[in-house]
């Protein structure tokens, strides 16, 4: 039972000119789909082929035998998420119920993209930077590599790639202008309050 790479809710050249259709296309089509068929191959003819993905990646997450498992897997599940964060119709502000959250957890809209900028700027190296709902509360965390909150009890709401490939072909040393336009143009809100509203 192989895990399968989602198709992409829009067009490689749809996030541009924000992210361009060649990163999308390695990203994509190269690194995303490697992880998946690295997972595959790893878990094939293993008990773990019956298990869904998010079993796997918490199953293995702290067991040294098995970190190649864990890094595909993660890896695989951490790209699904993170295409549908994005989309060309998004940026903007919140609504809603998870609007009125951030407001009440952060103090504004205006603090919690400062402390997601800053988060996604200054992961060192490859990882990832993530809104999350951890024990009711709607907090900023950051993960190197393949980790995930998912490990963690954390549920992910919205998450971005910091990992070079995600940006270098576009914005090349340049972190913090990639964030700043995925932040303001490309966030998909309506994902995050589906996430949301699912894990209350
Ligand atoms: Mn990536």
Redesign the pocket.
Known sequence: MAYTQPALAYAENALEPHISAKTISF?YGK??AAYITNYNNLVAGTPMDDMTLEDVIKETANDPQKVAIFNNGAQAWN?SFYWNCLSPDGGGLPSGPLADKISADFGSFDKFREELKNAATTQFGSGWAWLVLDNGTLRIVKTGNAQTPLTSGQIPILTI?V?E??YYLDYQNRRPDYTAALIDNLLDWEFAAGNFSAAR
């Open positions: 990203h690194h995303h790209h790639d990992w490939h995600a």
